[in-house]
């Protein structure tokens, strides 16, 4: 893990998530997640927390990448991710488990940055093997 200012691409990312943040849909758990994910050709998808009343819902990082996915996107540099409670401000929020595993799946090296916020000035950037080490591999 390594600390930085939120400047230049990393900030465009993390501003493209507290922006698909505010399209949360999450009435049961009142917490709002969004992700930014950077594309290999400069590209950003991005996606929001979906909860349901089964409680069979969906993160913000698993609804990005099965975004671009669909639209044939399968390589990728880079995700910003931000959450909290509705109506406070964006926090630190990193990826629950079922999500580093979905990351591990289509993540080869540790070039891939995991943007965390910390502030409006900083954030914390992860690579994918310091938040899951010895994790099962994709394809």
Do not use: H
């Amino acid at each position: 893990m390594r600390e930085e200012k939120t400047s230049g691409k990393k900030k465009e990312l993390m501003d493209a998530a507290i922006k698909a943040r505010e399209k949360a849909y999450c009435p049961y758990s009142c917490f709002a997640v969004g992700a930014a994910l950077r594309c290999s050709d400069g590209s950003i998808v991005t996606g929001c927390n979906v909860e349901n009343a089964a409680f069979l819902s969906m993160c913000a990082e698993r609804n990005a990448i099965g975004k671009a996915i669909s639209e044939g996107k399968t390589q990728f540099e880079a995700i910003a991710v931000v959450g909290a409670r509705q109506g406070e401000p964006v926090g630190y929020c990193p990826p629950c488990g079922a999500c580093r595993q979905v990351l591990a799946e289509f993540i080869r090296d540790d070039d891939f940055e995991i943007i965390l916020y910390e502030s409006e000035e900083a954030c914390k950037v992860f690579s994918l093997s310091e938040l899951l080490p010895e994790s099962f591999g994709g394809l």
